[in-house]
Structures are given as C-alpha cells and as structure tokens.
C-alpha cells in the first residue's frame, strides 16, 4: 500500500546523543516535511523539501538537521544542540499541484533518558 | 492563512450524523477549506478540502456556505473510531506552505 513510513515509533535520547528519525515514502510525492508536535499543541514546523537535494528551514529549525538525497527519503535528526527534544515528531509529503493535501506518517515519539 | 475558529468539542451518538463547524470570516478568494482529524497518538488524517463548491468522499461531506465565511464537516454516521480532534484550515496553495493547525475539534463519538 501507498503510504508514509515513520521509524522508530519509540526513541530514547541520551543527553548529549544525535539521533536520526526516518521517514520514507512510496507516494512519489516531491514534497516532504517535517513537525514537532508538543502535548496539547498544533504542528510546527522543523524543516521541509520540496525537491531533492533541497530543503528550507521552518518555524524552528535550530537543533535540527535534514537531508533529502533521495526522492522517497527525508530523514531529521536530533542534534545535541536541541535542548528540548522531547516531542512528537511528525512526517508528510504532498503530491504535485497547488491544492494537494499533506499525507502524514504515524509520528515518532522522543524522549529524554 | 485566514484565521479559523471551531468550537474546542462537541459529542456525537454512535450511528449518527456528527457536524462539525467552522467559522473563517477572513477568508480570501483563493484560499481552499482543508480538514484534517488526528486521533490519539497517530499522525494527522487529510479528510477532504474545497473551495467554494460542497464536495463529498467517502469519508465525509464538506458543505461551504455561499459567501464562503463558514464551513460544515459532515460526517454522515459517525462510529466510535471516528473519535478524534478535528481541524479545519483555511490556506492560499503553495508547495512550500506548512499547515497551521489551531486548537481544533475534539469530537467524542459516544455509544
């Protein structure tokens, strides 16, 4: 099934540690982004792409970083640098053309060891 | 993205129709109605979006007042999984654009 694929759906953080949050999808989708969702909050956004090889800083950027090497890719990691990274972590992507929705993953969860 | 205002819940027999309303006053001409529900600990679902004319899924009818100032999601027999927060955006499209999500609809479905 066409869908958007989030891994881990848990993740631990040592203080201190990078960790990486995947997010695949097989849509064909040339937009991807990625939200920080805190408890009781909307959406903010981190970072998104809207072609590969190309990205653009969101609302909230600092302590975050992205790559999208590839069409289907677009993972975010969780730098050190992020004081406050417990959250619920949130990838979409949005098919061509001005009125597509975005389609989201099932979100990863951080916490803080 | 034109401002929306919901009312933060509403309760819904299992089996019956649920309604959902949205208020955007402020709305422009090019910007469409989206809606989007987000059940506990899950990713947000896309349920529909319009523009001016009323549009039907199989998930849910979205009916558009004639002045475009107000919106109404239906969803046509509501069952308890359909308990969720629901929310209604308003935007101009464009590929970059995040989506604001405000406060929302919590919609209990209840037996």
């Known amino acids: 099934d066409g869908g958007i694929t989030q891994s881990p759906k848990y993740l631990f953080r040592k203080e201190g540690q990078n960790v990486t949050l995947s997010c695949e999808q097989n849509?064909?989708?040339?937009?991807m982004y990625w939200y920080r969702q805190d408890p009781g909050q909307g959406l903010r956004l981190i970072y998104y792409?809207?072609?590969?090889?190309?990205?653009q800083k969101g609302d909230i950027a600092e302590g975050y970083s992205v790559s999208r090497e590839k069409k289907e890719s677009f993972p975010l990691t969780v730098t050190s640098a992020q004081k406050n990274p417990t959250a619920f972590y949130l990838c979409?992507?949005?098919?061509?053309?001005?009125?597509?929705?975005?389609?989201f993953g099932d979100g990863t969860r951080l916490s803080i060891l | 993205d034109a401002k929306t205002t919901q009312p933060p819940s509403m309760d819904c027999a299992e089996g019956r129709a649920a309604n959902l309303p949205c208020n955007h006053s402020?709305?422009?001409?090019?910007?469409?109605v989206y809606w989007y529900r987000q059940i506990h600990s899950q990713g947000p679902q896309y349920i529909i979006h319009?523009?001016?004319n009323n549009e039907t899924n199989e998930m849910a009818s979205l009916i558009i007042t004639e002045d475009r100032k107000s919106s109404t999601l239906i969803l046509p027999h509501a069952t308890l999984r359909d308990t969720a927060v629901y929310y209604c955006?308003?935007?101009?499209?464009?590929?970059?654009?995040?989506?604001?999500f405000g406060g929302g609809t919590r919609l209990m479905v209840k037996p």
């Open positions: 979409a992507s949005r098919g061509q053309g001005p009125y597509q929705p975005q389609h």
């Open positions: 849509l064909n989708h040339d937009a």
């Open positions: 402020t709305i422009s001409g090019n910007e469409y």
């Open positions: 319009g523009l001016k």
């Open positions: 955006i308003v935007r101009v499209a464009d590929a970059g654009n995040m989506l604001t």
């Open positions: 792409s809207q072609i590969v090889n190309d990205f």
